[in-house]
């Protein structure tokens, strides 16, 4: 029983888990193809596809809140930086 208890709650860990790392992927994805939209050359800086930060749910909402400004920004707010401010 106790190895039925361990093995579920580590199902439900990583089922969460993957979905914090799901939305903190989200603006980067939403970034890239923004950038891909709009003609600027798009570059995450390091060559490293991989996060260097961890996942906590309050990032995975401030992510979140970025993808979708991004997915409504015009390219010329994209172009000269400003598209934060249109959210």
Not at 3 to 25: H, P, R, V
Not at 41 to 65: H, I, L, M, Q, R
């Amino acid at each position: 029983m106790k190895k039925l208890l361990a093995a579920g709650l580590l199902g439900l860990a990583a089922l969460l888990g993957t979905g914090c790392s799901d939305a903190c992927e989200k603006a980067g994805s939403a970034l890239k193809d923004k950038y891909k939209e709009c003609g600027i050359p798009y570059s995450d800086g390091d060559g490293n596809a991989e996060t260097d930060t961890e996942c906590t749910d309050e990032a995975a909402d401030a992510d979140k809140t970025l993808a979708e400004c991004i997915e409504k920004a015009s390219c010329d707010a994209m172009r000269d930086g400003t598209y934060t401010t249109e959210c």
